[in-house]
């Protein structure tokens, strides 16, 4: 059924489209490299499915047809702070893609730092936040648990997230997150996101997120870090996603003892984990690789270069043992000093090359059906 608003909001769509001048001249020099690189990955996956077709009969799990659709019909929109672009905020910008957004949008953020709390809500889907590579733009605020929000009722970490992502879809490259607010060991209620990511099917390119307690809320859905910087002191990676971390840095400001990351799996069956792929730790203090913050936490480190801030025991129980045999954290292939695995916790896992294999890939969160760059 195709109701009457479903065709209003295309036709409002479309007019807002056209009123923003959206033309080929409009396309910045890395929006250009970003459509290439989509359209040869499109290609490739029209390849193989050919392929794949010729030899077997089952159908093979191909890309999300929604995302299909939505890469095929692209709109670029310009946000500049000299008000020479569409719009001179983020969020004005995200406020012009209507709801029920089918296609999409880049959003190309020009250099500059923007004092900004964005939220994307679920129906806005198929956003792409692009900035600069020798220029990233940076999204900064400083919200924390404890801050007053409506009614003067605490804002909770939840809340205290700079950039917020509910939709699906998302994609950011050369983006600063920040969230400035500091952390004294020992305070409470100073957790303060940086970005929090909620929606599924989201890919990070080039990506810097940085803050002091909670920096990285990697709530759920299916994420992918390629190439970003994480940085923060007690459990700047944290949430029940399923995530890969691959060719990251991760580096602890923390000056007593903190964990990297605190990783909610509560229950055998959920898929949920954070795998780290050929990543650097490093940084002050000392950290723990994760904190069991679910009873079925699971973290892989593998190929990553750990420097000596890592504790010899690499992980933690959060203080409950009946964790010990629930949790799933597995090392494989590391190196540097802190990857020794002589002192480590009898039930940190050393994986076997066939243990490994689910994590070291992008298979590990189907990037196969919806990663647009699977290489
Ligand atoms: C947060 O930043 C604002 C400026 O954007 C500043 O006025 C305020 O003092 C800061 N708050 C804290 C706790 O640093
Ligand atoms: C990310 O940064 C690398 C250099 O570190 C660069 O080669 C690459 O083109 C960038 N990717 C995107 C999507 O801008
Ligand atoms: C591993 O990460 C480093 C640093 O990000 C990068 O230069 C290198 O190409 C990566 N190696 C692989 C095999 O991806
Ligand atoms: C990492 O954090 C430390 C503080 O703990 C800081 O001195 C250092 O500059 C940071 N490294 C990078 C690459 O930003
Ligand atoms: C885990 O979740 C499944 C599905 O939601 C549920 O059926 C099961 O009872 C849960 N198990 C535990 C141990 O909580």
Same mark, same amino acid.
């Not at 999409?104 to 590579?133: D, H």
């Not at 997150?177 to 060991?185: G, K, V, W």
């Not at 593998?302 to 409950?320: E, H, I, Q, R």
């Given at each position: ?190 957790? =303060?996101?940086?970005? $929090?990511? !909620? ?5 990070? &390119?080039? /990506? *810097?997120?940085? +803050? %002091? ?105 959060? =203080?409950?043992?009946? $964790?010990? !045999? ?5 090392? &494989?292939? /590391? *190196?540097?000093? +802190? %990857? ?36």
């Amino acid at each position: 059924m195709v109701s009457k608003t479903h065709s209003q909001l295309i036709i409002v769509f479309l007019f807002l489209l056209s009123s923003l001048n959206i033309t080929s001249t409009s396309y910045t020099h890395d929006a250009v490299n970003f459509d290439k690189w989509v359209s040869r990955n499109v290609k490739k996956y029209e390849e193989r499915k050919s392929i794949l077709k010729t030899k077997v009969k089952v159908a093979a799990p191909g890309p999300d047809l929604k995302l299909r659709d939505a890469e095929s019909n692209k709109a670029i929109i310009t946000v500049r702070q000299d008000g020479s672009g569409d719009f001179k905020t983020i969020s004005e910008a995200l406020n012009s893609i209507p709801p029920r957004n089918t296609r999409r949008v880049i959003v190309s953020i020009s250099p500059g730092v923007y004092r900004e709390k964005v939220m994307i809500p679920r129906t806005k889907a198929f956003v792409t936040l692009s900035g600069n590579a020798g220029n990233p733009p940076t999204i900064t605020g400083n919200d924390t648990a404890s801050a007053s929000g409506r009614n003067g009722t605490p804002l909770g970490t939840f809340q205290s997230a700079t950039v917020a992502v509910d939709a699906s879809y998302f994609v950011a490259i050369n983006i600063k997150f920040e969230n400035s607010a500091p952390h004294e060991i020992g305070r409470r209620g100073e957790q =303060g996101v940086a970005l $929090r990511i !909620s929606g599924t099917k989201a890919a990070f &390119y080039n /990506c *810097s997120f940085s +803050g %002091a307690q909670d920096t990285l809320y990697d709530h759920k859905g299916l994420h992918f870090f390629n190439n970003c910087y994480i940085q923060g002191s007690v459990d700047f990676i944290f949430g029940s996603a399923r995530s890969l971390y691959q060719n990251c840095y991760l580096n602890s400001t923390t000056t007593k003892v903190a964990s990297i990351t605190a990783q909610k799996r509560s229950n055998s069956s959920l898929e949920s984990g954070f795998s780290f792929k050929n990543c650097t730790v490093t940084g002050s203090g000392h950290v723990y690789l994760g904190r069991a913050w679910g009873d079925y936490s699971r973290v892989v480190f593998s190929y990553t270069y750990m420097d000596n801030l890592v504790l010899p025991k690499g992980w933690s129980d959060w =203080g409950d043992q009946n $964790r010990d !045999s629930r949790v799933y954290y597995g090392e &494989y292939m /590391c *190196s540097g000093p +802190g %990857a020794n695995l002589a002192g480590r916790v009898p039930w940190a896992r050393m994986l076997t090359d066939e243990e490994a294999k689910p994590f070291i890939g992008t298979q590990f969160i189907e990037g196969d059906t919806w990663l647009i760059n699977t290489s």
